[in-house]
């Protein structure tokens, strides 16, 4: 299993970016698949999940009028649209996935990506 994330990168505040995550060897019709973040000094931390259905969506309370988790099953891809991004959003996000288990706890996930970086200026 290998997942491959991409997308990140600096950008000023209010805008957007796309974050892109390619898994290969895993199929996405049985894992939920998640971002998490983690910002300088800070531990992992849940910013959007998938389920296997791909229906059912979740996301921090703090993202979930800006960020979109999102899927295409033709290229096992998982996306994270981010909209109107703000500098407490830097961090390195990771997209994750798992069988099962409390998809909100990073030690959750069975599978992770390498990461991307995210700046967002002020």
């Known amino acids: 299993v290998q997942l491959q994330a991409s997308g990140g990168g600096s950008v000023q505040a209010g805008g957007p970016l796309r974050l892109s995550c390619v898994a290969s060897?895993?199929?996405?019709?049985?894992?939920?698949m998640a971002w998490l973040r983690q910002a300088p000094g800070k531990e992992h931390t849940f910013v959007a999940a998938l389920f296997a259905n791909g229906e059912n969506t979740y996301y921090a309370d703090s993202l979930k009028d800006r960020f979109t988790i999102s899927r295409d099953n033709a290229k096992n891809t998982v996306y994270l649209q981010m909209n109107s991004l703000k500098p407490d959003d830097t961090a390195t996000y990771y997209c994750?996935?798992?069988?099962?288990?409390?998809?909100?706890?990073?030690?959750?996930?069975?599978?992770w990506g390498q990461g991307t970086q995210v700046t967002v200026s002020s």
């Open positions: 060897g895993l199929n996405l019709n049985v894992y939920k």
């Open positions: 994750a996935a798992t069988v099962g288990g409390w998809f909100r706890l990073a030690s959750t996930y069975e599978y």
